[in-house]
């Protein structure tokens, strides 16, 4: 195996191309038979051998234009052929093993359904191929199985053909017209439950819609189908873009690594973003569902008709579906709930990732394991660099550079670079400066500093932009950055700069810095920087409690009144760390009870105003941090912050209607502040009653959940029989029994190892099931402050531990928990050490997956890095 990296600056175009594939698949648990006959052309003119990728595969047999062909070599990940002819058809059988793959990539089978999963590199473990996105060709296949066990066979397309076999096999062919890469080839074989509709697309062709659910799960599918609906008359109505196949597929499945799979036609669903109905998903659950079902969606267009040229470009098709998504959701939901949760997605994991060893820009340079690189920042701040575009062209400008994208690129395999010259066609603007958001790593800090003279009734505010090192770039350069911008007075006045270069309430920042004056001024104004996050950029501003308070009370932009009051409570965050919240003025507990009271019928904004920042957030803003100083910090504050404010909040958890159960905003928005607010009721004396009255009266999985979160360290002994009551209802579900496993696992209590122990043994535990092995151990690496940075380093150990295990089973998933081990540099030396000593063990580990390898090792070398910058 190698662990060499790839280079983004080494592409070469394929020697050869691939134009038709067929392919004949005899499903076997053990020995799946696949023949592969491929239509090959040289590409251009030059001798080179025709290398095809394989992993764990058995070759059976090569022939080279019906004859048998033997001038082949094989290595561990390679098939070599010499001296092929410029065009020929290519056949190859092969052998895979389904059952034993316990990685869940290639083709897998886990609880009686075969599925496959090939994005990034798992096509090469059905089948010798060219398995680079850029090698784009029609397929047909060909499925045989076992008719009474898998009455279902599913693959990409359109189903053209099937019939009976006399020993009791059945087959089917399906056929895809669209050229695509092989990352989006899929086929499914199982015994489903199946929900059907129809959509008719703009242009009058009617779309059959089919979701294959778990046996007996059908009641939960009908939600994910009506968003399919939602998110298809959205793309339609927002970019013009339909349908063009005459079936759209989606199977869940138990087992799968991520959330979906945008396979052409078939998508592939994590069971979990499908199935929901009131007793068993949260809010957040249909949420969910409704985002990730129209990402899949939308990635028709954004990934797979116009897909990406190399893996690097990944963001070409992520970033750009996520913001697609989100703006889907925004429109189908509300806007600010929704922008809230990016921002705290961005402040919380992709400013993490920025200031760690796996620092990348958007599009990576350079990368040792693919999997790897499905990451917050490719994702999330990908969607936060088209959403810049979207700032910069505006909606109309945007619309027009979506069209000429698609105009261009239909059919073809791209870059960020065509992206960007596509979106360069809509605007005035010169995008070589902004275009450096793909090439630059790091989170950018933006600054101000104020001169006011009192005498001459003048201000200046100076912005400027810096971008510190990274641990994959030493130097940076300014970026071009939409800076929101408003500034306001003590009276709440707002003003305008002299020059006018905010113009239509942005600063377009392309300097390391620029100056706005103010005239008429009577007192120091207050820069109101970012609205509506409008720049995935730190602000450090050194305002005072006060002014704090008069933003939120004055913005004009409710993402700042927000994000101004969560610095607010950050700030008395640290008068307790330091010993002193007993000093936090009676003035400041006022205004939080004003909160309460002028937003008492804006619930979505209040309810996201009394979350406390977390753990993770407050950790981005602070050096070195202590967990075991932070998080009690955090926690005496939250109990001042119930104590002060009590009566405020018993009104309020009071008034609050939630009425019967429906799934709409006005109702989510309720329930969503009702929890939060019983969250810090239960740190009062009326925890125990109100935590198990809500729980017991509940009618549905937000209500229940947000009962046992409540409880949850705040009055452990009503939890710990409420969780009995939960897992009774709940034992045979495990996809509800999840929600359990995290809570328990992310309890603070000081025998919290063996509870994860215990855990491991419960009979709906598998380390083979990724959603049962992040519920436990990942929630516990992620999001147990208390137990994993325990002063000992057990939670460190217990950690590793695990992830040594899990290593030999599916090293994607274990890439992924590893991750906050991996960010030691956060820490307070003692921590450090403790982390340290655990990575060298699991790169210690002898044949330690390529996806660990890379995270450790990187990881480790951060040291000198660290000294570096
Ligand atoms: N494209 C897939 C992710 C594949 C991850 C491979 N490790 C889902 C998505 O982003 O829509
Ligand atoms: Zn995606």
């Not at 397309?157 to 087959?171: A, C, F, P, R, S």
């Not at 925004?330 to 620092?359: C, G, P, W, Y």
């Amino acid at each position: 195996m190698s662990m060499q990296a790839k280079k983004r600056a080494d592409y070469q175009p394929p020697a050869f191309s691939i134009s038709d594939v067929k392919l004949d698949v005899r499903l076997h648990p053990t020995a799946t038979n696949i023949i592969s006959t491929l239509a090959v052309a040289r590409n251009g003119s030059h001798d080179h051998a025709l290398e095809l990728d394989g992993d764990k595969l058995k070759l059976i047999s090569v022939e080279v234009a019906g004859e048998a062909f033997e001038h082949f070599t094989q290595t561990d990940d390679k098939l070599v052929l010499e001296n092929v002819p410029d065009t020929f058809t290519l056949t190859i059988v092969n052998e895979v093993d389904p059952q034993n793959n316990q990685a869940l990539e290639g083709l897998y089978l886990s609880q009686n359904t075969y599925c496959t999963q090939c994005e990034a590199e798992g096509f090469r473990r059905i089948t010798y191929y060219l398995d680079r996105p850029d090698v784009l060709a029609t397929f047909e296949v060909t499925m045989h199985a076992d008719k009474e066990t898998y009455p279902t066979l599913l693959a990409n397309g359109n189903l053209i053909d099937k019939g009976d076999n006399e020993d009791g096999t059945h087959w089917v062919k399906w056929q895809d017209p669209f050229p695509k890469p092989c990352y989006l080839f899929a086929m499914v074989a199982g015994d489903f439950d199946l929900l059907q509709d129809t959509f008719t697309t703009a242009s009058g062709n009617d779309v059959k819609l089919e979701l294959y659910v778990d046996k007996g799960k059908k009641h939960r599918g009908d939600f994910a189908l009506a968003s399919l609906k939602r998110a298809m008359k959205w793309d339609e109505e927002t970019y013009g873009l339909e349908y063009d196949l005459d079936i759209y597929m989606i199977v869940a499945v138990d087992f799968f690594n991520m959330g979906a799979m945008e396979n052409k036609g078939l998508n592939i669903f994590n069971s979990k973003f499908v199935l929901a109905d009131q007793q068993s998903a949260t809010d957040e659950d249909f949420f969910n569902v409704e985002s990730v079902i129209a990402h899949e969606y939308f990635h028709n267009w954004t990934g797979n008709r116009v897909t990406c040229r190399d893996w690097f470009q990944l963001s070409l098709k992520e970033g750009l579906t996520v913001f697609r998504d989100q703006q889907f959701s925004a429109d189908m939901t509300s806007a600010l709930s929704n922008r809230i949760k990016h921002v705290r997605v961005m402040r919380e994991h992709q400013f993490a990732e920025d200031a760690s060893a796996m620092s990348h820009p958007i599009r990576p340079e350079e990368v040792i394991e693919m999997n790897n690189f499905y990451t917050v920042t490719v994702y999330d701040k990908g969607a936060e660099v088209i959403r810049m575009f979207h700032t910069l062209l505006g909606e109309d400008g945007f619309r027009r550079g979506m069209d000429e994208y698609f105009r261009r690129h239909d059919g073809q395999a791209v870059t960020c670079d065509d992206f960007v010259a596509a979106m360069q066609t809509a605007t005035e603007l010169d995008l070589t400066h902004f275009a450096r958001w793909y090439s630059q790593s790091g989170t950018p800090v933006i600054t101000t500093t104020t001169r006011y003279s009192e005498d001459s009734r003048l201000m200046d505010i100076t912005i400027a932009q810096h971008t510190p090192p990274t641990a994959d770039q030493g130097t940076k350069q300014p970026l071009f950055i939409p800076v929101a911008f408003d500034c306001i007075d003590s009276k709440g006045n707002h003003y305008s700069d002299v020059d006018s270069k905010v113009k239509d309430g942005v600063l377009m920042l392309d300097a390391p810095s620029v100056t706005l004056h103010f005239t008429e001024v009577d007192e120091p104004l207050i820069p109101v920087l970012l609205g509506n996050f409008s720049a995935p950029a730190k602000v450090k501003n050194a305002l005072s409690v006060e002014q704090l308070l008069s933003i939120f009370k004055y913005a004009n932009d409710a993402f700042n009144r927000w994000d101004a009051l969560q610095s607010v409570y950050s700030w008395c965050i640290d008068e307790f760390e330091q010993g002193q919240g007993d000093q936090i003025s009676a003035s400041v507990w006022q205004a939080l009870s004003d909160v309460i009271s002028s937003e008492k019928d804006n619930l979505e904004l209040l309810g996201e105003c009394l979350v406390i920042p977390s753990f993770e957030t407050l950790s981005q803003a602070r050096v070195l941090v202590d967990p075991n100083t932070l998080n009690p910090a955090r926690e005496l504050f939250c109990k001042a912050f119930a104590t002060q404010l009590e009566p405020e909040l018993t009104n309020l958890y009071e008034a609050i209607e939630t009425g019967t159960y429906a799934y709409n905003q006005q109702a989510v928005n309720a329930r969503r502040c009702r929890n939060v607010v019983l969250g810090h009721l239960a740190r009062t004396s009326k925890g125990a009653e109100l935590t198990s009255e809500q729980f017991t009266s509940a009618d549905n999985m937000t209500d229940s959940l947000g009962a046992l979160k409540a409880a949850q360290g705040a009055v452990p002994e009503t939890f710990e029989t409420l969780m009995q009551q939960f897992e009774k209802t709940w034992n045979n579900d495990p996809l509800v029994l999840d929600k359990w496993f995290g809570l328990h696992a992310t309890t603070e209590r000081d025998d919290i190892l063996s509870q994860l122990s215990l855990l491991q043994q419960h009979p709906q535990f598998t380390i083979n099931n990724p959603n049962r092995v992040r519920a436990v151990i990942g929630t516990f690496a992620f999001f147990n402050t208390a137990g994993f940075h325990d002063k000992s380093g057990s939670g460190y150990k217990f950690v590793t531990d695990y992830l040594l295990k899990l290593d030999e089973v599916n090293p994607q998933v274990a890439a992924r928990i590893v991750t906050p081990l991996t960010q030691w540099h956060n820490y307070a030396p003692a921590y450090q050490t403790l982390m340290k000593t655990q990575l060298n063990r699991l790169l210690g580990k002898e044949g330690l997956s390529k996806d660990l390898f890379e995270k450790v090792s990187k990881s480790l070398a951060y040291e000198t890095i660290s000294e570096r910058i």
